[in-house]
């Protein structure tokens, strides 16, 4: 699909490109409801837009690609049993349905109900060999949050591993991987 750098929407759709910070738990539950809940997600938004005024459409979507990814460690800390990996879904949801929230964080959005899983366009999650790491960032991530120097040098070490993409027809294999 085409993306316009200047809107952050996919020009045909009129959708908006939103990844959502998940775990792999939460991901099971997409795949048996079929659907992707409401949730804060990351957009290229005006506030991103200007941040990185001097990069390109694609650098701007990887920006919020990865600040969804350092919102997944927050679900992790929050959830000890999950697979130490970020998972971040990219959805693409109608322009009406996404809520700029740049003031809680520059590149957050809203999204206002369920996405059908139809409209899940990929899934990116860290590798096996990412979870010591980011085992270690999803400690330390409030901490960092909060500026705790140390916490962030961890924190910005994990985020050094780049997410494996995944279409979603592949997603029933890469659970099974995870369950054995």
Avoid: C, K, N
Avoid at 34 to 44: F, H, L, N, Q
């Amino acid at each position: 699909m085409a993306r316009s750098a200047r809107r952050g929407t996919t020009e045909q759709t009129g959708a908006v490109r939103v990844y959502l910070p998940s775990t792999i738990p939460a991901v099971r539950a997409v795949l048996d409801s079929r659907t992707v809940p409401a949730s804060t997600g990351y957009a290229v938004t005006p506030a991103l837009r200007e941040w990185y005024a001097e990069s390109g459409a694609d650098e701007m979507e990887y920006a919020a690609l990865l600040a969804a990814a350092r919102a997944s460690l927050r679900l992790l800390d929050v959830d000890p049993t999950a697979a130490r990996r970020r998972v971040v879904l990219a959805v693409d949801v109608p322009d009406a349905d996404v809520r700029i929230d740049d003031q809680a964080d520059r590149g957050a959005v809203q999204v206002g109900g369920p996405v059908p899983i139809a409209e899940l366009a990929a899934v990116h999650v860290d590798a096996p060999e990412a979870e010591a790491d980011i085992a270690a960032a999803a400690d330390a991530v409030i901490e960092a949050d909060l500026g705790g120097t140390d916490a962030e040098f961890t924190v910005d070490s994990a985020e050094g591993h780049e997410l494996l993409w995944y279409a979603t027809q592949e997603l029933d294999a890469l659970l099974g991987e995870l369950s054995s």
